[in-house]
């Protein structure tokens, strides 16, 4: 009998890969997602990769009714997979309490459930940008924790405090804290990407985007920093290489391999890339020259981040095993699909 598995978010860019992973490796999937920012052609996008349909409720974890009423459908959930929440920075600045009630009070109902289970186990979506502007590089799960950048980045830690302080009571929920680079490309069957509503904030859509034309050139946001080129470095992780992590993390609470009830772990590539290394490895896969021009640096931005892969390398045994060329080519290859879609859909 597989194993169930509760993904939330899991229609977006990191949880519908994560979704394939997991129906690749045997388990039975159900998808929580409210399709806020999402849509259902990804629920075919995934199955036309894995013949497999997930199951799917449409629900908003907001509504802690129906969390309650979601775990009553679903006694035998094994696992959860916590991709559900709101995550552009820009936007968590303008509007913080959406950022607070929709990535926090979610989180709560979900573990709020979970502690009643017999035998939970829970990975969370965190992000690189618990660290800030990182003192020493590469960075490790034991640099400091700094002062968010932005509400966005206070919901990952402040995330993150909540499972700590929760597994210190609860000793039977196991938990594992994912901390994400810069997440980027797409399934090399341009089935699923990053479907990002609207402007693109991120920078690898908005490379794409003006290279189909969608946008006249790609505004760099500063070239003055203290980097070789000048513009800022990060390390961008092929989503494939990111989806298959969660599995191995998942897997290390089901064998009850892990040390303690709640872990930490990066996840990058161990690589640092400027923008203009990022916009130069696009241009050598896709053939096309970029239009980009310098601008002014975007508020918040930090200088350099690139990860200390050791503990997932040793501990998880996983490794990164894509490229940023690898990476810029199945973006490409997707945004050309979608190029496509809408010219048929004109
Ligand atoms: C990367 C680099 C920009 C757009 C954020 C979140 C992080 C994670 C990933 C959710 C920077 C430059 C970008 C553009 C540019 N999100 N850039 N022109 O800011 O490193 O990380 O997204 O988990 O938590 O903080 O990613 O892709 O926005 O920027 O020059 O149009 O590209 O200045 O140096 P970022 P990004």
Redo the contacts with the bound molecule.
Sequence with gaps: MSKKILVTGGLGFIGSHTVVALQEKGYEVVIIDNLSNSSLEVLGGITKITRISPEFENLDLRDKQAVNHFFDKYPNIEGVIHFAAS???GESVQNPLLYYENNLNTLVYLLQQLKEREAPKFIF?????VYGQADELPITESAPVKKA??P??NT?QIGEEIISDTCKVVPHLKAISLR?????GAHPSANIGELPIGT????????TQTAAGKRDE?????ND?PTPDG????D?IHVMDLARAHVVALERLLDDEHNGNYEVFNLGTGKGN??LE?IKAFEKVSGQKLQ?RF?D??E????V?YADTTKANDVLKWKAEYTIEDAMESAWKWQQKLEEKSKSEE
């Design positions: 995550k552009a920075v979506s965190s992000s690189c940008t950048e932005s966005y980045g990952k994400y680079f810069n997440p980027i693109p904030q991120n920078l690898v859509p908005f490379i790609l505004s760099v946001f500063g920093y513009t800022c470095i990060r961008y400027s923008v990022a980009y601008v640096r975007r918040g931005d930090i200088i981040a």
